[in-house]
């Protein structure tokens, strides 16, 4: 159980370096649009107010049932790696571009963490890169950070 509550602060601290970097984009364009950083600080707000309550719910469990629990060395790495790559994608994502950033993070994570065939992770990464572009850029038409793309 400690090991959920540091990754949860953890969690916590990236979601808030994400809120400060999406302070970068414009929240509303000048005929009042919404702007590309419109939906990314209204989606980090929700997952810092649910990393808060399962903190919470956690810290409020622990001191009810304070019992031992076996930490298994994978689900470790897992929480790892998945912060390691939350981080390299938040520093990549200006250079390589909203959509592709969130491609690569999807594959790469779907590989290495849900164990996953680099075919079928690639199939759905590059569908969900697809539908993102599709949403974002055409449907809604925020100006995403294209990076090498643009």
Known sequence: MLVEIIFG?????LMLVFFVQSMKLPFLIKNGLMGAGFFPRILIIILIA?????????????????????????????????????????WAGDYLGMELTIGLFLLVTLVMVEKLSWV?????????????????????GLNLPKGILG
Not at 120 to 140: E, G, N, P, Q
Request: proline share 3%; glycine share 0%; with cysteine.
């Open 9 to 13: 602060a953890s969690l916590l601290i």
């Open 50 to 90: 649910l990393i808060i309550y399962y903190l919470v719910k956690l810290i409020l469990k622990r001191r009810r049932y304070p019992q031992k629990e076996p930490v298994l060395k994978s689900t470790v790495w897992q929480q790892c790696f998945l912060m390691v790559m939350m981080a390299v994608s938040l």
């Open 120 to 140: 079928r992770a690639a199939i759905f990464s590059a569908a969900a890169t697809v539908c993102i572009y599709f949403i974002f850029d055409v449907w809604l």
